[in-house]
Nanobody
Framework: QVQLVESGGGLVQAGGSLRLSCAASGRTFSSYGMGWFRQAPGKEREFVAAINWSGTRTYYADSVKDRFTISRDNAKNTVYLQMDSLKPEDTAVYYC?????????????????????WGQGTQVTVSS
């Protein structure tokens, strides 16, 4: 069983930055693919970014490409999401997720059903 705990959310003005962190329990973090998803009020959960188990491959939703950066530190069992040039439409609850079969694939999953463990979420609010 893996537990994921997100932190770093908050209120920021448009154009600002936030860095989300997701700390994972367990000894096999380095074998997991990791992803970030978000859900805005009244909308479905959507993919934001993903990173493979080794940190060598990343994927981003078109809406965040060139503004957000996903990274991981396997020694600290932590994955990060650096969010720059934030827009009001980035307002949502952000969730990190772990794919326990991630080491089987060269590329990370981008679909929510492919992830096995989820954090409780952290609120990000961007004011205009």
């Amino acid at each position: 069983q893996v537990q994921l705990v997100e932190s770093g959310g908050g209120l920021v003005q448009a154009g600002g930055s936030l860095r989300l962190s997701c700390a994972a329990s367990g000894r096999t973090f380095s074998s997991y693919g990791m992803g970030w998803f978000r859900q805005a009020p009244g909308k479905e959960r959507e993919f934001v970014a993903a990173i493979n188990w080794s940190g060598t491959r990343t994927y981003y939703a078109d809406s965040v490409k060139d503004r957000f950066t996903i990274s991981r530190d396997n020694a600290k069992n932590t994955v990060y999401l650096q969010m720059d040039s934030l827009k009001p439409e980035d307002t949502a609850v952000y969730y990190c997720a772990a794919d326990e079969l991630g080491s089987l694939w060269a590329v990370p999953a981008t679909s929510a059903p492919d992830y096995d463990y989820w954090g409780q979420g952290t609120q990000v609010t961007v004011s205009s």
